[in-house]
């Protein structure tokens, strides 16, 4: 339910920028995010970002990413500047969403399916 884009190889400094739509299937989203993981580690959390656009970043990437949202569109995005050679990983978008199913509420989290980035030096 969630696409996610615009990963690719870049030089050190360089800025790049994801993008992830959900589908409209998926509900009412209220944080949505993105979270990263690099080879042989666990995944993590590179920023997110409410309803009302308050964000949190992770401390590596702040100054550097701005994460985004228009929730009309149900899009977030992810603008990352300055980018290291340690920023090298595969993206993740994420959205924590409610929706009625039948007579009942389900909340859940739904992820994209991955983009690359690679940052050479």
């Known amino acids: 339910q969630l696409q996610a884009s615009g990963g690719g190889l870049v030089q050190v400094g360089e800025s790049l920028k994801l993008s992830c739509a959900a589908s409209?299937?998926?509900?009412?989203?209220?944080?949505m995010g993105w979270r990263r993981q690099a080879p042989g580690n666990q995944r993590e959390l590179v920023a997110s970002?409410?309803?009302?656009?308050?964000?949190k970043y992770a401390d590596s990437v702040k100054g550097r990413f701005t994460i985004s949202r228009d929730n009309a569109k149900n899009t977030v995005s992810l603008q990352m500047d300055s980018l290291k050679p340690e920023d090298t990983a595969v993206y993740y978008c994420?959205?924590?969403?409610?929706?009625?199913?039948?007579?009942?509420?389900?909340?859940?989290?739904?992820w994209g399916q991955g983009t690359q980035v690679t940052v050479s030096s």
């Open positions: 970002i409410g309803s009302g656009g308050v964000a």
């Open positions: 409209g299937s998926i509900g009412k989203i209220n944080d």
């Open positions: 994420e959205a924590d969403y409610i929706r009625l199913q039948g007579s009942n509420y389900e909340v859940g989290r739904s």
